[in-house]
């Protein structure tokens, strides 16, 4: 059974950074390319980041780039999520998503509140 | 970037009732790269629909897409109580990948 298990998501103040981490079991993850997914409260989904099975390609919404950072630990099967200069509009539950463009399974999510 | 925008916002229907969900690009979607996910409050979204119409893993034959080029079309042919939820379309034929704003099926 495919697992995705996210944390790491907390409470920040602007311009803080934080580290979201998402546990991956249940299938080949060095083979599974891995994407984050953040939804704001209320609000409706957008893709954050996507990152290749080796790691050696990732990629990144405009909204992020050069801000955040994805990576992933294939020897732990973990994928991570490397957060800096935190905005208000960066609150939202950001979902670890497996799959190549569709996003065939979904962890249940980390909040992330920027706030001061 | 393309757009997708989701009609109606809200769909108000019953139990048994069919579902007719829009989905339209603001530029053709290549080679039908469309998805469509339900998401219930407090839960994931869960993968219904890829390729414009194939159905993932697990999903009911009640659910059925369709559509080419910019127009797309989630239907549920008989609506079960485990069906109302917020609908949203998903390209990924280009980047950046891109969501509707969703479409969320209620009870009338």
């Known amino acids: 059974e495919v697992q995705l298990l996210e944390s790491g998501g907390d409470l920040v103040q602007p311009g803080g950074s934080l580290r979201l981490s998402c546990a991956a079991s249940?299938?080949?993850?060095?083979?599974?390319?891995m994407n984050w997914v953040r939804q704001g409260p209320g609000k409706g989904l957008e893709w954050v980041s996507t990152i290749t099975g080796s790691g050696d390609a990732t990629y990144y919404a405009d909204s992020v780039k050069g801000r955040f950072t994805v990576s992933r630990d294939n020897s732990m099967n973990t994928l991570s999520l490397e957060m800096n200069s935190l905005r208000a509009e960066d609150t939202a539950i950001y979902y670890c998503?497996?799959?190549?463009?569709?996003?065939?399974?979904w962890g249940q999510g980390t909040l992330v509140t920027v706030s001061s | 970037e393309i757009v997708l925008t989701q009609s109606p916002g809200t769909l108000f229907l019953s139990s048994g009732e069919r579902a007719t969900l829009s989905c339209r690009a603001s530029q053709s979607v290549s080679s039908t790269y469309l998805a469509w996910y339900q998401q219930k409050p407090g839960q994931a979204p869960r993968l219904l629909i890829y390729?414009?119409?194939t159905r993932a893993t697990g999903i009911p034959d009640r659910f059925s897409g369709s559509g080419s080029g910019t127009d797309f079309t989630l239907t549920i042919s008989r609506l079960e109580p485990e069906d109302f939820a917020v609908y949203y379309c998903?390209?990924?034929?280009?980047?950046?990948?891109?969501f509707g704003q969703g479409t969320k099926v209620e009870i009338k």
């Open positions: 998903q390209q990924y034929g280009s980047s950046p990948l891109t």
């Open positions: 249940g299938f080949t993850f060095s083979n599974s390319v």
């Open positions: 998503a497996k799959g190549r463009g569709v996003f065939d399974y």
């Open positions: 390729g414009a119409s």
